[in-house]
């Protein structure tokens, strides 16, 4: 009986029926709190997100059910801080994955929040898939997140900054440049990659520009910027 009434209720839909779906996520039955939480994922209203990964700690059935629900909410909200919410779950990535592309739908409005994803350590995968939607946004605001990352301890960050990037090509190019200096080798190494990737005139020319002006300054500094021009086109002169 109990589960006759989620299903009409389900069959009923909107937000009239959400918070009797979400008091169906406590009831005994395994098969009751089953038919709430796939009804609310076919609702797909981000009030329940909170509910929805409380449920992640539930039997197994339940957790495969709340885990289709949140990346059927994720493909489908385009609200800023129910994504977030969602990229707070930890170890179910193809969430974060739905997730990344509503926030890619999204655009610049997202590129804040989705830095502050990129430089938050408690939770590393959310990180990885904040660099992808931002290489995607092509924001320059993400530039300088984007090359701290670069040499992150994160397995696969790395990677993921670098591809973001190289797409949003030439807006990175005098911040790569600037850091470049002062990394260590590791970074400088990944820094001149992305440099030739990108390939922008204005490179060489902001290089040629500080060799020039500072050969009589400051001439090891000079040395250090003709050695980098060099690296990144060898026919310059």
Do not use: W
Request: charged fraction near 30%; proline fraction near 4%.
């Amino acid at each position: 009986v109990r589960e006759s009434a989620v299903e009409v209720l389900a069959g009923i839909g909107g937000s009239q029926a959400v918070e009797p779906l979400i008091k169906s996520l406590t009831d005994k039955e395994l098969f009751v709190r089953k038919a709430g939480v796939i009804a609310l994922g076919e609702i797909k209203d981000p009030r329940v997100i909170p509910v929805l990964i409380e449920m992640l700690d539930d039997e197994e059935d339940i957790r495969e059910e709340a885990v289709g629900a949140l990346k059927s909410i994720a493909e489908s909200t385009k609200d800023i801080t129910s994504l977030e919410k969602l990229f707070s779950v930890k170890s179910h990535e193809e969430i974060q994955l739905a997730g990344t592309e509503s926030f890619i739908a999204i655009g610049k409005p997202a590129v804040e929040s989705l830095i502050k994803i990129l430089l938050n350590r408690d939770n590393e995968d959310a990180r990885k898939y904040a660099a992808i939607a931002l290489g995607e946004i092509k924001d320059p605001r993400a530039v300088m997140p984007l090359i701290a990352a670069l040499t992150d301890e994160n397995s696969g960050l790395g990677d993921m900054a670098n591809k973001a990037l190289i797409k949003i090509g030439k807006p990175a190019t005098i911040s790569l440049i600037k850091t470049v200096m002062f990394g260590d080798k590791d970074f400088q190494k990944q820094a001149v990659y992305i440099l030739k990737e990108i390939d922008d005139p204005a490179a060489v020319n902001y290089l040629c520009q500080k060799v020039e002006s500072l050969k009589y300054k400051d001439q090891a500094q000079a040395k250090k910027y003709a050695e980098l021009l060099k690296t990144i086109d060898p026919d310059a002169h």
